[in-house]
């Protein structure tokens, strides 16, 4: 307890938590960084129970925790252990506690999926990035493009009017044409883009040129200009009447 007190005096109650709930994905991205992404070691419904019941004490008597699923693949544990990892969460999250987020690469959700990630009211946000050039590296384990499958699980997502934002990690390619990046991100209809330039080597892209980069941050504003100095309007507006 006295180690506790001490952890909330430097750090504060946490707002967020990750939990990886299998290592395990069904793509292989060029530049994925995680080495165990062809391993399936997976979270038991015992563990998922041992941080429910940590998560109840991290909460503050009026705040909210975000429970973030994020892996591998997240979907790749299967809907039935998946919703079982989901079951001990199920008091915070009815008693407004918890809030439950998905990073996923899209390419697994089915109508299934879709009622589970519905009937527990997960946010979910989806990796890709941009068209079939600039979405090249985000391929399956035989090297096949997963472009289709993604926008097929997004179009899935919106069938079943549940909200979702997108990212995507923008190579040297992307950072060149950020107007018709943006324009396909927006038409598949998301509330947020989130747009990741390998600069800092999150990935393993090759970096990017500090120049174009700053150029790519810079000169668009990004933040629904309210920076100013978006030159190609047209795209933002666009994007804009979408939303
Ligand atoms: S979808 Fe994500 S976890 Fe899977 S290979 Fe691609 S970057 Fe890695």
């Given at each position: 307890?006295?180690?506790?007190?001490?952890?909330?005096?430097?750090?504060?109650?946490?707002?967020?938590?990750?939990?990886?709930?299998?290592?395990?994905?069904?793509?292989?991205?060029?530049?994925?960084?995680?080495?165990?992404?062809?391993?399936?070691?997976?979270?038991?419904?015992?563990v998922a129970q041992a941080v429910a019941d940590s998560a109840a004490d991290l909460i503050d008597r009026s705040g909210r925790l975000d429970i973030v699923?994020?892996?591998g693949e997240p979907l790749a544990l299967g809907l039935r252990k998946f919703s079982a990892l989901l079951a001990p969460f199920e008091e915070l999250r009815h008693a407004g506690r918890i809030q439950h987020s998905v990073q996923t690469n899209a390419t697994l959700i089915d109508n299934e999926w879709c009622d589970l990630?519905?009937?527990?009211?997960?946010?979910?946000?989806?990796?890709?990035?941009?068209?079939?050039?600039?979405?090249?590296?985000?391929?399956?384990?035989?090297?096949?493009?997963?472009?289709?499958?993604?926008?097929?699980?997004?179009?899935?997502?919106?069938?079943?009017?549940?909200?979702?934002?997108?990212?995507?990690?923008?190579?040297t390619e992307g950072i060149e044409q950020p107007e018709s990046l943006l324009d396909f991100l927006a038409g598949l209809g998301p509330h947020t883009i989130g747009l990741v330039d390998d600069l800092i080597g999150i990935c393993t892209l090759e970096n990017s040129d500090p120049l174009q980069a700053a150029k790519f941050d810079n000169k668009p504003s990004w933040d629904n200009g309210k920076k100013g100095g978006f030159d190609n309007k047209p795209s933002w507006d666009n994007w804009s009447k979408k939303k």
């Open positions: 307890m006295e180690g506790r007190l001490e952890f909330d005096r430097w750090f504060g109650r946490p707002g967020t938590l990750v939990l990886q709930p299998t290592t395990l994905c069904n793509l292989d991205c060029v530049y994925c960084y995680l080495p165990f992404r062809r391993l399936s070691r997976e979270m038991s419904p015992e699923w994020h892996g990630l519905a009937r527990h009211q997960v946010r979910v946000g989806v990796s890709i990035d941009g068209p079939a050039a600039l979405n090249a590296r985000r391929v399956d384990l035989r090297g096949r493009p997963a472009l289709d499958r993604i926008v097929r699980g997004i179009g899935r997502l919106r069938d079943h009017g549940i909200r979702f934002s997108l990212i995507a990690v923008v190579g």
